[in-house]
């Protein structure tokens, strides 16, 4: 993994949908500064007490916005499961990075296809999510 995540404030926009990927972007690199460089056993470190790992966070995460996506905006039947938060050992940080980025990707496609201001409800009722 590289060192070279992009720190860009988010930039207002009048549309909603661009300002929202603009802080979802934002963020989502804040969580990938905190594991470049990162071994797998540093990334699977989970601190005393009741703390995930930084790869539980990335991975959670993830789940996080599948489940907002597809089961929020698209009505998609999702589960949430306590293994996101404490993830095997065979889970590499390459792989949770590069799924993390796969969800953003989908993240980012469906809320642009979305009519701004559209409702949850109208986005379920077509599955490109434009009303």
């Known amino acids: ?18 300002l929202l990927l603009n802080w979802l972007r934002f963020l989502r690199g804040a969580v990938l500064r905190n594991v470049v460089d990162l071994t797998d056993e540093q990334a699977h470190w989970q601190p005393d007490g009741a ?5 539980g966070i990335v991975n959670h995460l993830t789940h996080v916005e599948w ?12 589960d949430r499961s ?9 889970l590499t940080l390459v792989t949770a990075v590069a799924a993390y980025q796969r969800r953003a990707g989908a993240t980012d496609t469906v809320i642009m296809q979305c009519r701004r201001s559209t409702s949850r409800a109208a986005c379920r009722l077509a599955p490109t999510c434009d009303g």
Do not use: C, N, Q
């Open 67 to 78: 489940r907002w996506i597809d089961g929020g905006i698209l009505g998609r039947s999702t």
């Open 82 to 90: 306590e293994a996101e938060f404490h993830p095997r050992p065979e």
């Open 1 to 18: 993994m590289s060192g070279d995540v992009a720190i860009e404030f988010p930039a207002g926009s009048s549309d909603e949908r661009r």
């Open 51 to 55: 703390l995930i790992s930084l790869l």
